[in-house]
């Protein structure tokens, strides 16, 4: 039987789209503007023109630790130039050492630029050091030990941390139960978070997906069956298999 993946979900956005005018002198005003530009620029996802801005702010402003953050932002959505997007990151945290946005930034790029996992966590720790109440830092830090040799343990230290700070995060419930049945096949503890992830989502067909296959797990295959179909109606391809490989009709 085809088993279903187990759906990591994540934040993984794009933040510190601020001016941060503090970070230039009063008398440079053209800076400024350039920087509101490119700001403007990466919103409409016109990320080439807002590379161009952020460039000429930084010309005027060669400090200027904002600029280089959110030009990092522009390469990281721009067809995934991850690379040059951590050049503009620690050059970011290089003129504004407390930078946690950008330490932020640049932990989803090192995950993203061939899974460098270790960097990764070494970055979201420098943005919870800055800012110790973000959550979305410790669900991305999660999910980085989730991939990082499986480590499973610290992964769910990590979504507890980010439920704690963010109680209505359904992706962090979810996430978690994907750790649990994980972790030596702990299948009532994932049940539990899947069903808080459902309560808070509705909707949420992978969640239902992955309860299905928890209570397979552990011998409940009518509540699985009946997570599967719910996984189904709300559009689960995967589920869909589940009834396809084994013959089932409903």
Do not use: H, R
């Amino acid at each position: 039987m085809k088993i279903k993946t187990t759906f990591i979900s994540a934040k993984l956005m794009i933040i510190s789209l601020v001016l941060a005018i503090s970070t230039f002198n009063a008398n440079s005003q053209t800076a400024e503007e350039w920087l509101e530009q490119g700001v403007i620029a990466l919103e409409n996802n016109d990320y080439q023109k807002a590379i161009e801005y952020f460039e000429k702010a930084i010309k005027l402003e060669p400090n200027a630790a904002a600029a280089y953050n959110n030009m990092g932002s522009a390469y990281y959505a721009w067809n995934e130039q991850y690379e040059k997007a951590i050049e503009c990151y620690k050059k970011a945290v290089k003129y504004k050492p407390d930078y946690a946005g950008a330490y932020f930034n640049m932990g989803l790029a090192y995950k993203n630029w061939n899974g460098q996992y270790e960097k990764a966590i070494e970055c979201y720790k420098k943005a919870i050091k800055l800012e110790p109440n973000d959550a979305d830092a410790y669900l991305n830090m999660g999910n980085a030990y989730y991939a990082l040799n499986g480590q499973y343990e610290k992964a769910i230290e990590c979504y507890k941390k980010a439920i704690e700070l963010e109680p209505n995060d359904a992706d962090a419930y979810f996430n978690m139960g994907n750790a649990y049945q994980l972790w030596n096949g702990q299948y009532q503890k994932a049940i539990g978070c899947y069903e808080k992830a459902i309560e808070l989502e509705p909707n949420y067909a992978s969640a239902y997906l992955n309860m299905g296959y928890a209570y397979e797990k552990s011998g409940n295959q009518n509540q699985a069956i009946e997570c599967y179909k719910k996984a189904v109606a709300l559009g689960s391809e995967a589920a869909n298999e589940f009834f396809l490989d084994n013959g089932i009709s409903f």
